[in-house]
T-cell receptor
Framework: DAGVIQSPRHEVTEMGQEVTLRCKPI?????LFWYRQTMMRGLELLIYFNNNVPIDDSGMPEDRFSAKMPNASFSTLKIQPSEPRDSAVYFCASSPGGNTEAFFGQGTRLTVV | GENVEQHPSTLSVQEGDSAVIKCTYSDSASNYFPWYKQELGKRPQLIID?????GEKKDQRIAVTLNKTAKHFSLHITETQPEDSAVYFC??????????FGTGTRLQVFP
């Protein structure tokens, strides 16, 4: 397995534009997490899914953020409209579930100018 | 809500010395406690984990301890080496798989 795959690796966009981040979890994993990493706040959990169902989205900062998992092999995190304070590294992670190791993707570095 | 506090935020040690990072969690239902290491520009990777029915676990130079009563857990690295320099994150997971991370500790090991 290639591991958790995220795209794009880097994204630079202008304020007000829509941004879509993509994630392909490891096959067979039941849990999928989206995290945002900044120097000030470390790794913040935005939302997580179990068997494609959103379980807890209390970490999603605002209505500008939304996430979907239409099937077991794909998830998206969308920001619309984007703002400069959204600049961060966004990680997707997946795990088999049952409190086991979460494997991280390589992250998407988002810069909003 | 669930919260994980981590201390210190930075730690500098001499090569060969020990390093200790401490975390506390707020939700007593937490039952799984992994530790991740993140090197500069890379993804976090698991280095060791411990479950709530275990008080201590060791893997070569690293060990973790868990005090469920106090809701504390710690990472101990002995005989530190320059390649141990990285950011270390503790985390706590609820039975629902909700995985919350601490804010990280930047460890620097000087030769």
């Amino acid at each position: 397995d290639a591991g958790v795959i995220q795209s794009p690796r880097h994204e630079v966009t202008e304020m007000g534009q829509e941004v879509t981040l993509r994630c392909k979890p490891i096959s067979g994993h039941n849990s999928l997490f989206w995290y945002r990493q900044t120097m000030m706040r470390g790794l913040e959990l935005l939302i997580y899914f179990n068997n494609n169902v959103p379980i807890d989205d209390s970490g999603m900062p605002e209505d500008r953020f939304s996430a979907k998992m239409p099937n077991a092999s794909f998830s998206t995190l969308k920001i619309q409209p984007s703002e400069p304070r959204d600049s961060a590294v966004y990680f997707c992670a997946s795990s088999p579930g049952g409190n086991t190791e979460a494997f991280f993707g390589q992250g998407t570095r988002l810069t909003v100018v | 809500g669930e919260n994980v506090e981590q201390h210190p935020s930075t730690l500098s040690v001499q090569e060969g010395d020990s390093a200790v990072i401490k975390c506390t969690y707020s939700d007593s239902a937490s039952n799984y406690f992994p530790w991740y290491k993140q090197e500069l520009g890379k993804r976090p990777q698991l280095i060791i984990d411990i479950r709530s029915n275990v008080g201590e676990k060791k893997d070569q130079r690293i060990a973790v301890t868990l005090n469920k009563t106090a809701k504390h857990f710690s990472l101990h690295i002995t005989e530190t080496q320059p390649e141990d320099s990285a950011v270390y994150f503790c985390a706590a997971s609820l039975p629902t798989d909700k995985l919350i991370f601490g804010t990280g500790t930047r460890l620097q090991v000087f030769p």
